[in-house]
T-cell receptor, first 117, second 113 residues
Framework: AQKVTQAQTEISVVEKEDVTLDCVYE???????LFWYKQPPSGELVFLIRRNSFDEQNEISGRYSWNFQKSTSSFNFTITASQVVDSAVYFCALSGAMDTGRRALTFGSGTRLQVQP | NAGVTQTPKFRVLKTGQSMTLLCAQDMNHEYMYWYRQDPGMGLRLIHY???????AKGEVPDGYNVSRLKKQNFLLGLESAAPSQTSVYFC????????????FGDGTRLSIL
């Protein structure tokens, strides 16, 4: 069975602070994919990043960066110089390549980020 | 540039009523999914489809049925709505391989009284 744990239920920061959202996963698959989605107050789900299990390189996209460490089964997300527009719920998700073809996502429970002006 | 479209966006039902949620995608995706989102629990998979004419159960299928008669549409039915089915429902679609990102609709907020 797969599991994604986002232990931080809610985080509040002041604008321009850096913030890291933690994600820890469990899977028996040797090939799997990790995702981050953003859900702003308007409610839609916005895809941020996909990472496969063979690529442990960190990735940076503007103010966003992701740190994937297989040794600790973690895929953490850092926002640098946070802005009020970053306020949202962020979901980490996992998809196992051997998951009988479902390709469905197992989601964590989400982390609500509030960025105060 | 529609992507994934869900209808309706909001609905209030009485216990025991039935309804169908419609999901339509225009990206020619093979895989389609229905999730429900409840407070503090993330999204959970209800049913999914790997192609036209096929459906399968996810983690929380009880009380729901689905159909995929056309590749672009995936219907979620509640035969006899219960208050426990009050939730936000999301439809998603993706290509059939390489674990491409799932594209989500904007959600349907359903309240069962």
């Amino acid at each position: 069975a797969q599991k994604v744990t986002q232990a931080q239920t809610e985080i509040s920061v002041v604008e321009k602070e850096d913030v890291t959202l933690d994600c820890v996963y469990e899977t028996r698959d040797t090939t799997y994919y990790l995702f981050w989605y953003k859900q702003p107050p308007s409610g839609e789900l916005v895809f941020l990043i996909r990472r496969n299990s063979f690529d442990e390189q960190n990735e940076i996209s503007g103010r966003y960066s992701w740190n994937f460490q297989k040794s600790t089964s973690s895929f953490n997300f850092t926002i640098t110089a946070s802005q009020v527009v970053d306020s949202a719920v962020y979901f980490c998700a996992l998809s196992g390549a051997m998951d009988t073809g479902r390709r469905a996502l197992t989601f964590g429970s989400g982390t609500r980020l509030q960025v105060q002006p | 540039n529609a992507g994934v479209t869900q209808t309706p966006k909001f609905r209030v039902l009485k216990t025991g009523q039935s309804m169908t949620l419609l999901c339509a995608q225009d990206m020619n995706h093979e895989y389609m999914y229905w999730y429900r989102q409840d407070p503090g629990m993330g999204l959970r998979l209800i049913h999914y489809s790997v192609g036209e004419g096929t459906t399968a159960k996810g983690e929380v299928p009880d009380g729901y049925n689905v159909s995929r008669l056309k590749k672009q549409n995936f219907l979620l039915g509640l035969e006899s709505a219960a208050p426990s089915q009050t939730s936000v429902y999301f439809c998603a679609s993706s290509l059939d391989s390489r674990n491409q990102p799932q594209h989500f609709g904007d959600g349907t907020r359903l309240s069962i009284l």
